[in-house]
C-alpha cells in the first residue's frame, strides 16, 4: 500500500502543536479592511485553533495522524 501524500495546501495552512492542537490563521483578514472595524481587523491577526471533529481530518492531510 502507498503512502499518504501531505496535502500542500493544508501544510501551508496548519500548524500542529506538541500538545496535539493544530493552529490555524484567522479567517476575514485579506481583503476589503477599509470597511472593517479596528478591533475586528486586531482580532483577527492572532491565531485560532481547529475545533472537533476537523482536527483528525486537518492531522492527516498534514501527514502528523497519530
Known amino acids: 500500500m502507498s503512502k499518504q501524500k501531505t496535502n500542500s495546501g493544508a501544510k501551508k ?30 482580532n483577527s491577526r492572532q491565531g485560532a485553533y481547529v475545533e472537533g471533529k476537523q482536527i483528525k481530518t486537518v492531522k492527516i492531510l498534514v501527514g502528523k495522524q497519530g
Open 13 to 42: 495552512r496548519f500548524i500542529v502543536l506538541k500538545s496535539g492542537r493544530v493552529k490555524r490563521g484567522q479567517q476575514n483578514h485579506r481583503h476589503c479592511l477599509a470597511v472593517k472595524e479596528r478591533c475586528r481587523k486586531r
